[in-house]
């Protein structure tokens, strides 16, 4: 069974800054490929950032210079800086796993508000 547990979110201002945790079991951590989604009512689930195995990243334009996106092998475990936060940042994150053995793999989900 793979879980997936976020933590981190919460109430910013604009401008503002917070990390994501994302804590992986059930894998063999290293071998996946993890990424962060964004999810708003009625919109499709976006990808936001995302780090391969072997450490390489990308992101949505829209988060390029603000969002910093890694991972500790060791902890089984993928990080999301987000610094100069914009209440358009304002979603449910998601922690995604792929593996070619389980497929995609989803985390409930940690609500990010960006507001004053």
């Known amino acids: 069974q793979v879980y997936l547990v976020e933590s981190g979110g919460g109430l910013v201002q604009p401008g503002g800054s917070l990390r994501l945790d994302c804590v992986v079991s059930g894998i063999i951590f290293s071998f996946a490929t993890m990424g962060w989604y964004r999810q708003t009512p009625g919109a499709q689930r976006e990808l936001v950032a995302e780090?391969?195995?072997?450490?390489?990243?990308t992101y949505v334009d829209s988060v390029k210079g603000r969002f910093t996106v890694s991972r500790d092998n060791a902890k089984n475990t993928m990080y999301l800086q987000m610094d100069g936060l914009k209440p358009e940042d304002t979603a449910v994150y998601y922690c995604?796993?792929?593996?070619?053995?389980?497929?995609?793999?989803w985390g409930r989900g940690t609500q990010v508000t960006v507001s004053s």
């Open positions: 780090i391969t195995s072997g450490g390489t990243t």
């Open positions: 995604n796993a792929n593996t070619r053995f389980f497929g995609d793999s």
